[in-house]
């Protein structure tokens, strides 16, 4: 056990990432948002996000005193913005219930919204060397190879046994370096696909390796139906605003601005009734925007009609005339962006 995490610690310091703009630091703000972000997301889609997010918010106390609409409006693009409330909520109370310095512990770091075990993990032994193990993708996958870990990891006998087995490997000394080690492994090496397992260095020990069985290990995720969800969207625009509507903090996109979504098998025509009291004719379809969620996938139908000045609002709600110009700074969804960069360029 010990030689497994001593190779790894070894490799790194010669072979893992050292350029990342994350690291070499153990200030635990930065720490806490790179792995919020790097949660279901790639390293090279994080980075500028990163490099935005700390040029507007240098710290938690920032963070903390801003609108939650701006925190939105940087992440727009990096999806899951569950995770953009929840940095926003756990920046409040580590100012507020941690007089604004992090917990030095995992365990108390899992208080903080959005902060799950493994995430707690990796701040707590990156910047407080605390000796805890954590289990992201990476090391998940690194594990179920080198020691043919079968079943799917989600599932929760299977990722039990792999939080033991990566606690027994956790190493006496390197423990800042080991967590390292192990998701760039992963991150490098031991990689979804095409491993690169003649660069491993604890390949000889590996049963993935000496069995062939790289594909098939860690087991897939079961297969579900994917279901497949429409809705209709309205562009109306002026030569200068966009009509937007924030949607509710809890749910899909909660918190960003979206289209107004047509409900209840609406025409385009009573839409406009709804939101503007005025029934607007020769309205235009668009060609439909495809987006996969995690769980389902979303076809959105957009009808576009300009108009030549922003209209009054009749539907009470979250509905805004957004000037064309604060587009770009506005929290929008990516499919939205897109879909809106498209019908306003035509």
Sequence with gaps: MSEFADRLIAWQRRHGRHDLPWQGTRDPYR???SEIMLQQTQVDSVKPYYLRFLARFPDVASLAAAPVEDVLALWSGLGYYARA???HRAAQVVMDDFGGRFPQDAAQLQRLPGVGRSTAAAIASFCFGERVAILDGNVKRVLCRHFGIEGFPGERKVEEALWALATRLLPVAGV???PQAQMDLGATVCTRGKPACVRCPVQDGCVAWRDGR???LPAPRPRKAVPQRQCDMLVLCSPRAVLLEQRPARGVWGGLYSLPEL????TPQAGALRLLGTP????RALPPVQ?????FRLEIRPWLRRLEA???IAAEGRLDWIARDALESTGLPAPVRKLLQAALAD
Excluded: K
Aim: no cysteine.
């Design 263 to 266: 409900v209840d098998g609406e």
């Design 280 to 283: 607007l004719q020769d309205w």
């Design 310 to 312: 922003s209209a009054p």
């Design 176 to 178: 800042e370096v080991y």
């Design 291 to 295: 987006h996969a969620f995690t769980h």
């Design 214 to 216: 790289q594909a098939e």
């Design 31 to 33: 720490v806490w948002l």
């Design 85 to 87: 409330r929840n940095l």
